[in-house]
């Protein structure tokens, strides 16, 4: 099931959008702190985000560019605010399409099944995965923290794919091997602890040691 994050400070407005999404099977999450979109954003980890423009504390222009700075979500901009140059500025700084309010709710389904569409083929989506600060984004193969950057090779990305999305849990060796295998990349024991190395000192190297925990004769851990 798809998410999308409803990022809307009207709550008559974002209960209507709700429940509309939700009664087309989408899974819905309402931004709970507008000082800290961003925050919220992480712990849903959508695949598509509604954002308005005119918000409390900050406005949309400001979290989609956070957002894009972690992400490449599709971001569909929801305004009244639908001059020429509120439309191009969103465009411009990250958003995929912009629909002015007052709209009708078909236009809008029809909007969101497209971005899902060009977003994902209808396949399943990988959502970013985030702990302490960094975000990974599988789908680029880029781990983001404190706005940095950091590529990631494919056998990278998988590990830390798997162990993020077993977080608090001891993954085995055994079951990272069979993991990179899925993707066609032949690994064995000397390979593994070579690439867990090399992602430890890239990880190192951005600011996050000790981020993955070697737990003796069972395997790898992040988080408690």
Not at 47 to 55: A, N
Not at 75 to 103: C, E, R
Not at 111 to 132: C, I, M, N, S
Not at 153 to 162: D, P
Request: aromatic share 8%.
């Amino acid at each position: 099931m798809f998410r999308i994050f409803l990022v809307e400070d009207d709550p008559e407005i974002a209960g209507a959008l709700e429940r509309q999404l939700t009664a087309w099977n989408y899974q819905v999450g309402l931004v709970q702190n507008f000082q800290d979109v961003l925050s919220d954003f992480r712990a849903f980890q959508p695949h598509l985000v509604l954002l308005d423009i005119s918000l409390p504390y900050r406005n949309g222009y400001h979290w989609c560019e956070e957002i894009r700075k972690i992400s490449k979500v599709p971001i569909l901009f929801l305004s009244s605010t639908a001059d020429n140059l509120n439309i191009i500025m969103a465009v411009n700084l990250g958003g995929d399409d912009f629909l002015p309010k007052p709209f009708d709710l078909n236009i809008l389904l029809v909007k969101v099944q497209a971005l899902l569409r060009r977003a994902y083929d209808f396949g399943t989506p990988e959502a970013t995965l985030e702990h302490q600060g960094a975000v990974l984004d599988p789908a680029a193969a880029v781990l983001v923290y404190e706005g940095r950057r950091l590529p990631l090779t494919k056998n990278e990305c998988r590990i830390l794919q798997t162990l993020l999305e077993q977080k608090g849990k001891v993954v085995g060796r055994d079951a990272l091997m069979e993991r990179l295998w899925e993707t066609d990349s032949y690994v064995d024991e000397n390979a593994l602890t070579v690439n867990v190395a090399r992602l430890r000192r890239k990880l190192e190297g951005a600011g996050l040691p000790g981020f993955i925990t070697t737990k003796k004769g069972m395997g790898y851990l992040i988080g408690n």
